[in-house]
Structure formats: C-alpha cells, structure tokens
C-alpha cells in the first residue's frame, strides 16, 4: 500500500502508535516498529534525562524508526527538546500546545514535525509553522479531545493543506481505517487498540475494562475547564462530573477543586489498576476490541482487514 506517509517516516505500514502518557513506553513503541508500524515514545511530563532513558531503551529494542511524543505544557519541555535534538531522533509529534518556538531547532537537526491537532486553523497554523504532517484527532478518540469528530474533521483538513494528514480518534480495526484512506488520509494513528497490545506494560486491570466496555461505556469529563478528556465511566468519573455540575454553578467555578480530584488518576489505573479512582482514557472504539493481541498481530489485521473492505466495496460498483 502506497503511502505518502509510509515514504516520509521510513516505515512499512501507514500505522502509527499513539503517544499515550504512561502507555506508550519502549516496550510497546518498539513493538509497533518492529511489526512495521512506527511506535512512539511518550514524554508526559518526564524530564530531560528520563526521556533519554526511554530512547536509549528504544535503540536497544529496535533498529525501525520511531517517534518521541512531547507535551509542550510539560515543565520539562526545554530540556526535552534538546536531549531529543541531540539524541538523533527522527520523529517528534507533538499536543497540548504549539511546537512552533521549537521548530528551528527540530529542522536543524533533522526532525520531522508532526503536530496533533483538533480543528482545520490549528492544521493550516502547522503548515505555516514547518510541521511535515499533521494528526488530526476526532472527539471519538480517549484521552483529551477537540469539539469535532474524525469522519467531519478529516476531509476538511484534508482540503485546508498540503501535507499529509494522519487520521486519529474511532479507527480500531481495518474497516475504520479503509474509512479513513478514503477520507483522503495518508494513514491512520491508534491508541485504545495498542493500548491492550500484549506488548503494552499498562496493567491487566486496564486491559479488561477497556476488552469488556460497550459502545457507550465513555464520558468526557473536564469541559468546563476547557480540557476535556473521554474516558471510560467509574467511580472517578462520577465524583468529578458531580463536582463539575456544582462549580458550574458558580459564578466562580474553583478549578483547583477539579484539578485535585483528577490528580495522579491517569498513573493510578496504568501502573496500579485501580478501576474506580483512575483515569481510564480510552476512545470509543473500545466496544470494538474483544482480546490482547501482539503488535504484530493487530498491524498485519489492520492491513489485511482495510485491504479487502476497500476491495470489496469497490466489487459494489462494478457492471
């Protein structure tokens, strides 16, 4: 498959492995590289020299491309960009802000830029910027989120710019990314689907909950601080949309009431698995996903799966 992407990054399939905080370590990036995929590191807000742990990891893992994902609100951001500069990384994506004071020194060494981004400005401000790609991510995905879905984002985005666009958010299986091809995406970035990967270090209790969640089993908590965030329903999730229904009440909504119920949560279900006070990201598509699988597995699915609904619904037209 032919790929605009594929030929940009080095890589065999047009699949990309979200950067999920916590989820997305060596061991389930260079899962993804080495099935032909491009896997992607997490930052979060680890420092500078954790973050050349996580490469150094890499390299030792896989020889394939990768990426490093950078949270540009982490406090650490300065120090993350230069231990990423000097340490010959080839792929930055980058969210929560805009990578724009960074990008001479990513194209002096050599980077490429991929910005995610949730609406069509923000994709054309990229362009402008130097960005060599854009992910566009629908309001289906989990974790944070824009306002506008996958299906009505991309051709949008798709018209607004001439780079390649990678379409994130409700793409878990080979039927959502033949969607997304003939949306006029270059390929397609998961992250619920690698979450549950055989490879993905996040605990078994995340895992069943996210294999066992129905098509509706997601809300969206922090809208009325401006960041929402999809995640799967638990005892958290209904403590912090209490909270949020009484300070919207308010004609000063305290914010920090908020931001101390959802503190440490994301960390709490990843490495401890507490399903009723951690922050279970996870898109929509998680009623999709029935077992673990390896990398591989799910790459060479996702393949073989858009390759034939393609094929098959182009047999509709034929005379």
Known sequence: MESKISQLLGIQYPIIQGGMAWVANPSLASAVSNAGGLGIIACGHAPG??????????????????????????????EVVDVVCQAGVKVVCTGAGNPGKYMDKFKAAGIIVIPVVASVALAKRMEKAGADAVVIEGMEAGGH???????????????????????????GDGRGMAAALMLGAEAVQLGTRFLVAKESTAHD????????????????????????VRVLRNKLTKIYLQAEKEETSKENPDFERLEAIGKGALRRIVVEGDTQMGSMMAGQIAGLIQKEETCKEIIEELMRDSIKTIQEQMKRFED
Not at 208 to 213: L, N
Request: glycine share 8%; hydrophobic share 45%; aromatic share 4%.
């Open 205 to 228: 209790n995340f895992k069943q909950a996210v294999i066992k969640a129905k098509d509706i089993d997601t809300v969206i908590t922090g809208q009325i601080t401006g960041h929402p």
């Open 49 to 78: 020299p954790v973050v050349q742990g996580f490469i150094d990891e890499m390299k030792q893992l896989t020889d394939k491309p990768f990426g490093v994902n950078i949270m540009l609100l982490s406090p650490f951001v300065d």
């Open 145 to 171: 989120i824009g306002k506008t879905t996958t299906i009505a984002l991309l051709p949008q985005v798709v018209d607004a710019v001439n780079i390649p666009v990678i379409a994130a958010g409700g793409i």
